[in-house]
T-cell receptor
Framework: NAGVTQTPKFRVLKTGQSMTLLCAQDMNHEYMYWYRQDPGMGLRLIHYSVGEGTTAKGEVPDGYNVSRLKKQNFLLGLESAAPSQTSVYFC??????????FGPGTRLTVL | AQRVTQPEKLLSVFKGAPVELKCNYSYSGSPELFWYVQYSRQRLQLLLRHISRESIKGFTADLNKGETSFHLKKPFAQEEDSAMYYCALRGAGSYQLTFGKGTKLSVIP
């Protein structure tokens, strides 16, 4: 039982490049979330999903897209990376919507 | 709009001293409040939720609706308590957690 896993752990991008972050959970959770963590800002919700095939915007969705084609996976995409997207990205899942279980994080640097 | 405020970015205490991490919230209704902890280079994990009213690792937190606060307390700090602590709020019927900006607790040996 791996819980919530994230791929990759680290990534460096150049401005304008695209990438996809993968989040996977093996707890059969319905809800999944993507957050970004920035110094002095805490965690801010980017997008979330309440079930397979559904997604919704969170607090800071601009510049990101998401997909939930399978219940266990939640993908976060950056179509054209910007330096302002340098951050640590955390995925989380929950069922029911109480305690959220977090992944280990992905550290992204955009040059 | 809901908001969570953690007024201290950094809190330093000596080992064995009492600890209080402050959390104030703004929400027009009955929220659920949580404390999450992040040890160095580890993932966030749930420490406490107000509805369970339990003590984890010696920490307790009481929801004070009159003062809209959910302060985290521990009578005797340990070095292993050094971590980043986040207070979070979930509104009624909502899926989302709103996090505070976090307080870094440093326990001095």
């Amino acid at each position: 039982n791996a819980g919530v896993t994230q791929t990759p752990k680290f990534r460096v991008l150049k401005t304008g490049q695209s990438m996809t972050l993968l989040c996977a959970q093996d707890m059969n959770h319905e809800y999944m979330y993507w957050y970004r963590q920035d110094p002095g800002m805490g965690l801010r919700l980017i997008h979330y999903s309440v079930g397979e095939g559904t997604t919704a915007k969170g607090e800071v969705p601009d510049g990101y897209n998401v997909s939930r084609l399978k219940k266990q996976n939640f993908l976060l995409g950056l179509e054209s990376a910007a330096p302002s997207q340098t951050s640590v990205y955390f995925c989380a899942s929950s069922y029911p919507p109480n305690e959220q279980f977090f992944g280990p994080g992905t550290r992204l640097t955009v040059l | 709009a809901q908001r969570v405020t953690q007024p201290e970015k950094l809190l330093s205490v000596f080992k064995g001293a009492p600890v209080e991490l402050k959390c104030n919230y703004s929400y027009s209704g009955s929220p659920e409040l949580f404390w999450y902890v992040q040890y160095s280079r580890q993932r966030l994990q749930l420490l406490l939720r107000h509805i369970s009213r339990e003590s984890i690792k010696g920490f307790t937190a009481d929801l004070n609706k009159g003062e809209t606060s959910f302060h985290l307390k521990k009578p005797f700090a340990q070095e292993e308590d050094s971590a980043m602590y986040y207070c979070a709020l979930r509104g009624a019927g909502s899926y989302q957690l709103t996090f505070g900006k976090g307080t870094k607790l440093s326990v001095i040996p």
